[in-house]
């Protein structure tokens, strides 16, 4: 039961040598669309960032007026 069941011929089943070319593009083309998305969230993040520091800009420039009158 503990013995290899396969001949001195075959290979690994997973080995280097008999990866798919197609699972490869497949796996290229898995990341290049998780890249895309995460530059889209950042790009997002980025934009609620720069907005807020503007809303915060004008805050910090019109709260001395509303305290001092």
């Known amino acids: 039961m503990l013995t290899h069941t396969r001949g001195p011929s075959e290979g690994a089943r997973y080995s280097a040598g008999s990866r798919d070319p197609a699972r490869a593009d497949v796996a290229a083309a898995y990341l290049a669309m998780i890249k895309r998305l995460f530059m889209r969230v950042l790009m997002i993040?980025?934009?609620a960032a720069a907005l807020a520091a503007i809303m915060a800009l004008k805050?910090?420039?019109?709260?001395p007026r509303f305290i001092h009158h």
Do not use: D, N, S, T
Request: hydrophobic share 90%.
């Open 59 to 63: 805050f910090a420039i019109y709260l």
């Open 45 to 47: 993040l980025a934009a």
